[in-house]
């Protein structure tokens, strides 16, 4: 069973602009979260969509935005982008099982963003 | 709030030698708990779970954890480190309750093995 990808690998903005970033969760699973990585904050959960809605959000502007299709693929954007937005971003898919409290996940390999 | 604390940034140990690495959290009952791993470039691997029972769990690589709710501890131990363990290790604990699969992370630990 493929793993959960993430399109595109690396990317390069300038600030100002915006950006789409893309996420194929594992066939089956439902639920897709979002996390930033960088070396100053660390890992830090953006947002989580399960059956197309989204069921948590984390504390980032609203510059910070996300979608998931009936596929369960997922997007997240970014507008007007800033310097500090350059980081590591993470998709992670589990199955969302309605009614299992935890539902173990699985991270993609994520998108090296840069903002020039 | 939630939180978790691993107090060690950076740890170099020998090929061999074992490995202790520590993780606090800040969590109002027993959260569940997680070990992750992540190598230069690639996304996080589970290397285990704590959610309830015995407070030893067994992971993949050969590392374990044990669960200390007076310490409000999850610490990963590996008792003999091989080169290929040398990676970014990150502890984490998901709320309980609701219907989420939010994650918090610690701010990791860098590993490095000396041959």
């Known amino acids: 069973k493929a793993g959960v990808t993430q399109t595109p690998r690396y990317l390069i903005k300038t600030r100002g602009q915006q950006v789409t970033l893309s996420c194929s969760p594992i066939?089956?699973?439902?639920?897709v979260s979002w996390y930033q990585q960088t070396p100053g904050q660390g890992l830090q959960f953006l947002f989580e969509?399960?059956?197309?809605?989204?069921?948590n959000k984390g504390n980032f502007p609203g510059r910070f935005s996300g979608r998931q299709f009936s596929n369960s693929r997922s997007e997240m954007n970014v507008s007007t982008l800033e310097l500090g937005d350059s980081a590591l971003y993470l998709c992670?898919?589990?199955?969302?099982?309605?009614?299992?409290?935890?539902?173990?996940?699985?991270f993609g390999p994520g998108t090296r963003l840069t903002v020039l | 709030a939630q939180s978790v604390t691993q107090p060690d940034i950076h740890i170099t140990v020998s090929e061999g030698a074992s490995l202790e690495l520590r993780c606090n959290y800040s969590?109002?009952?027993?959260?569940?708990l997680f070990w992750y791993v992540q190598s230069p470039g690639q996304g996080l691997q589970l290397l285990l779970k704590y959610f309830s029972g015995d407070t030893l769990v067994q992971g993949i690589k050969g590392f374990e954890a044990e669960f200390k709710r007076s310490q409000s501890s999850f610490n990963l131990r590996k008792p003999s480190v091989h080169w290929s363990d040398a990676a970014e290790y990150f502890c984490a604990v998901g709320a309980r309750g609701g219907a989420t699969n939010k994650l918090i992370f610690g701010t990791g630990t860098l590993l490095a093995v000396q041959p």
């Open positions: 969590y109002g009952a027993t959260p569940y």
């Open positions: 969509y399960f059956s197309e809605t989204q069921r």
């Open positions: 066939s089956g699973h439902r639920s």
């Open positions: 992670a898919s589990s199955l969302g099982i309605s009614g299992q409290i935890y539902n173990e996940q699985f």
